[in-house]
């Protein structure tokens, strides 16, 4: 089975270049390509999450070159359980993106790109669960931030290019910072194998450990959007694309607080900083989640609890105590899927009503019952209402707090009691808005076409017309028969209302609330794996072993 443990990578990458060579002349034959490789990919990510959990870590050094010289991938339960979950909602992502595309026919270049650049992410995020060592994670970072670039500025309008700078000049930053983590690593240790660190970084001095710890933290927090280094998200997700911003939102800010979980258990045992991780923690739950009952669109208001509820898992990873590891892990599981399927959401109620500005819109349960019901169920799953995989998450981690006993455990416990409240608020105030009450009067109508002035030239309408908070201000209304094809959102210039929805959009979401009711169902097993998967992480022989072969 270690043969497997590249292919998660490697399949992606080979699929980016058929995607290029031919894709751009052989439409159905990229969707196919893409659609088969993370098929395959989902089914080799089971296959080594299972085997991970029976046989125990499994390693290979690629071109057969031992550790430190060669590149050492390992898939253990967590690493195999983020690859499951990440490659299925990353294929469902993929048909709601193809739904997209579609139904508004749009053949044009950039969602001939979108396919090889959504592959490289794909491959970059696999590369980051399975690197083995320092320098292959920066590779698996840099991997995503390529790709992330092309996404977030699909199509190429103003407010797309604008986000996506702030995104690439944070992450720059970040990278350069990363890079000097990792030279002073190597140079006070002389590798940057995770195996050996393990053995070699106990043997530093306090104040060097220390530094290199703060460094990597700072790093991972910036990927993870942790508060106070946050701020960058709600500006940058909410203006692309509704399946890159689902698969952003979901999964990318997951990869940061995987890094934690990896490098607090593997190469910094003992908590040193577990007092200044649930300061972060609590920051991160309260400004959060006090930013999304601000928002009247629904984009951004769904980015602010994103910050807010990366919290949670940074208290599990604060605590640093097996129930609180396995708690922290069912609940990036859970997050991933549920915040994935609540930005899909936002994608068909954009469709349906013409925006995501909640003032604008209203009487969607009515006129779209299955829509409010795909918007319901992941809602009260975010909330944490009984018996639902979000309450089995917070109720782990809370009673690790309350079992730990100290004065920052308790003040966690008590904020997270207060956000999942103010979380329930936001959600009530989304669902009065958008779908309980009767439909505004300037509600857009079915075959409303929403046009950006780049395409034309002219100046933004006043008045009523515009859509703010949308991340395209100038935005006009233009009545057309309804069905008349248009560019696409994927292609940033426009969007057409319809009361039918693509099914493949439909499909693709109802996959992924179904997978986080699936969470629910299976609460046992797969609380009993995270479980093991926290107790492997405190060992660490089990993965040094592996690795090293001692």
């Given at each position: 089975m270690n043969a497997l443990v590249p292919l998660p990578v490697l399949l992606p990458l080979c699929a980016t270049g058929l995607s290029l060579a031919f894709g751009t002349r052989l439409k159905q034959f990229q969707r196919f390509i893409s659609v088969a490789v993370l098929t395959a990919v989902l089914g080799l990510s089971v296959t080594l999450m299972i085997d991970a959990d029976i046989e125990g870590p499994l390693t290979v050094n690629l071109g057969d070159f031992a550790p430190p010289l060669g590149i050492t991938l390992v898939a253990d339960r967590l690493s195999g359980l983020m690859l499951t979950v990440s490659s299925a909602?990353?294929?469902?992502?993929?048909?709601?993106?193809?739904?997209?595309?579609?139904?508004?026919?749009?053949?044009?270049?950039?969602?001939?790109?979108?396919?090889?650049?959504?592959?490289?992410?794909?491959?970059?995020?696999?590369?980051?669960?399975?690197?083995?060592?320092?320098?292959n994670l920066y590779v698996g970072f840099e991997i995503?931030?390529?790709?992330?670039?092309?996404?977030?500025?699909?199509?190429?309008?103003?407010?797309?290019?604008?986000?996506?700078?702030?995104?690439?000049?944070?992450?720059?930053?970040?990278?350069?910072?990363?890079?000097?983590?990792?030279?002073?690593?190597?140079?006070?240790?002389?590798?940057?194998?995770?195996?050996?660190?393990?053995?070699?970084?106990?043997?530093?001095?306090?104040?060097?450990?220390?530094?290199?710890?703060?460094?990597?933290?700072?790093?991972?927090?910036?990927?993870?959007?942790?508060?106070?280094?946050?701020?960058?998200?709600?500006?940058?997700?909410?203006?692309?694309?509704?399946?890159?911003?689902?698969?952003?939102?979901?999964?990318l800010t997951k990869v940061g607080v995987y890094c934690m979980l990896r490098t607090e258990t593997l190469l910094f045992p003992g908590n040193r900083l577990g007092d200044l991780?649930?300061?972060?923690?609590?920051?991160?739950?309260v400004v959060g989640i006090l930013g999304a009952v601000a928002q009247t669109d629904l984009k951004r208001l769904l980015s602010f609890t994103l910050i807010s509820h990366i919290g949670y898992m940074i208290f599990?990873?604060?605590?640093?105590?097996?129930?609180?590891?396995?708690?922290?892990?069912?609940?990036?599981?859970?997050?991933?899927?549920?915040?994935?399927?609540?930005?899909?959401?936002?994608?068909?109620?954009?469709?349906?009503?013409?925006?995501?500005?909640?003032?604008?819109?209203?009487?969607?349960?009515?006129?779209?019952?299955?829509?409010?019901?795909?918007?319901?169920?992941?809602?009260?799953?975010?909330?944490?209402?009984?018996?639902?995989?979000?309450?089995?998450?917070?109720?782990?981690l809370m009673r690790a707090g309350v079992a730990d006993g100290g004065v920052w455990a308790w003040i966690l416990v008590i904020g997270s009691t207060a956000t999942s409240l103010l979380t329930l608020y936001v959600m009530a105030k989304v669902w009065n808005l958008a779908f309980w009450r009767a439909a505004p009067p300037g509600q857009a109508l079915d075959g409303t076409v929403l046009e950006s002035d780049e395409e034309d030239g002219s100046d933004a309408d006043e008045g009523p017309d515009?859509?703010?908070?949308?991340?395209?201000?100038?935005?006009?209304?233009?009545?057309?028969?309804?069905?008349?094809?248009?560019?696409?959102?994927?292609?940033?210039?426009?969007?057409?209302?319809?009361?039918?929805l693509p099914r493949p959009m439909t499909w693709a979401t109802a996959a992924t609330v179904a997978l986080g009711l699936a969470f629910t169902v299976f609460a046992g097993p797969l609380t009993s794996y995270t479980d093991r998967s926290a107790a492997e992480l405190l060992a660490r022989s089990p993965y040094i072993e592996a690795v090293l072969g001692r």
């Open positions: 909602v990353t294929l469902c992502v993929l048909v709601y993106s193809l739904g997209q595309g579609m139904a508004d026919r749009d053949e044009e270049t950039p969602v001939a790109v979108f396919h090889p650049a959504y592959l490289i992410l794909v491959a970059g995020v696999s590369c980051t669960f399975l690197a083995g060592d320092l320098v995503m931030l390529v790709a992330s670039f092309v996404l977030l500025t699909l199509g190429g309008t103003g407010p797309r290019v604008r986000a996506g700078s702030t995104y690439v000049i944070i992450s720059l930053f970040s990278s350069m910072l990363f890079l000097t983590a990792i030279a002073m690593t190597y140079a006070a240790t002389g590798t940057a194998n995770f195996a050996q660190l393990a053995g070699r970084l106990a043997a530093l001095p306090l104040g060097v450990q220390t530094l290199i710890q703060a460094m990597l933290l700072t790093v991972f927090a910036i990927k993870a959007a942790v508060f106070p280094l946050a701020a960058w998200l709600p500006d940058s997700y909410p203006t692309a694309p509704a399946p890159v911003t689902a698969v952003f939102a979901g999964l991780l649930m300061a972060a923690a609590l920051a991160s739950m599990g990873i604060g605590l640093a105590t097996r129930q609180a590891y396995g708690g922290a892990i069912v609940y990036v599981v859970h997050h991933i899927t549920v915040q994935t399927t609540l930005f899909l959401v936002a994608g068909l109620i954009e469709r349906r009503g013409g925006t995501t500005e909640l003032t604008r819109l209203g009487g969607i349960a009515k006129a779209a019952p299955l829509l409010a019901v795909l918007f319901f169920v992941p809602a009260m799953n975010l909330a944490g209402i009984p018996p639902l995989s979000g309450f089995i998450g917070k109720l782990g515009r859509m703010p908070g949308t991340g395209d201000e100038g935005v006009r209304i233009r009545h057309q028969p309804a069905g008349r094809a248009v560019a696409a959102t994927l292609h940033g210039h426009a969007v057409t209302t319809t009361t039918r």
